[in-house]
């Protein structure tokens, strides 16, 4: 089995047999592809702190005819976003966006943009970007490169205008539109969305 490599950014990890590891990513060329990380559990070497979710990676890779799973033979941790897993807000934002990267990751032709887009979303929330005007902007982006931009001038039922009848921040109301615009087009809620949820209310 040939090995190559390809920059990758970690999206989820789970247990996998009894000493390997399950790890789902994304990469600019495939989109987002599932790998085995073979003893992964017992031996941290081959794969020293590159295994986290949201950690920007490259990934050394084989893979063999007629499987669908990638065998990840090690890895190389490029940037893992300290800051930002140590606030509970950034965190949630971040997770929102890569589990929705990784779900509209599907056009060829946008797979490098999305790639691009997460990892500069990972870069500002690392550096300090409000979570709250971040993760509408974003989502927005990457619906729109995924072929499912929705449209905000107005209500396609009923004509009324955003903020007409409603008294939710435009912030909110935008964030209750992408949710049901991922969930109408995945046919499924994102996982992470009430991590969000939970983390972003106003504190008492």
Do not use: N
């Not at 994304?26 to 986290?52: D, M, N, Q, V, Y």
């Not at 992408?178 to 972003?200: Q, T």
Request: glycine share 8%; hydrophobic share 45%; net charge positive.
């Amino acid at each position: 089995m040939a090995e190559r490599q390809t920059p990758a950014i970690v999206l989820t990890v789970r247990d996998y047999g009894e000493a390997d590891l399950l790890v789902r990513f994304l990469t600019p060329e495939h989109g987002p592809l599932t790998g085995i990380a073979k003893h992964a559990r017992k031996s941290r070497r081959r794969f020293a702190h590159c295994l986290e979710p949201l950690s920007r990676v490259v990934f050394f890779l084989s893979s063999k005819p007629g499987r669908d799973l990638e065998f990840l033979q090690r890895g190389e941790l490029l940037r893992s976003f300290p800051s930002l897993r140590r606030d509970l807000k950034r965190l949630g934002a971040a997770a929102v966006l890569s589990e929705a990267a990784g779900l509209l990751a599907g056009p060829p032709d946008a797979l490098q943009e999305i790639f691009a887009a997460l990892e500069e979303a990972l870069a500002l929330l690392e550096e300090g970007s409000p979570p709250d005007s971040l993760l509408p902007a974003f989502l927005l982006h990457l619906l729109g490169l995924g072929g499912y931009r929705p449209q905000l001038h107005f209500c396609g039922a009923c004509g009324a205008q955003p903020g007409a009848s409603l008294s939710f921040s435009l912030r909110d109301q935008s964030l209750v539109i992408f949710r049901a615009c991922l969930r109408y087009h995945l046919g499924k809620d994102l996982k992470s969305w009430s991590f969000w949820e939970k983390v972003s209310r106003p504190r008492a």
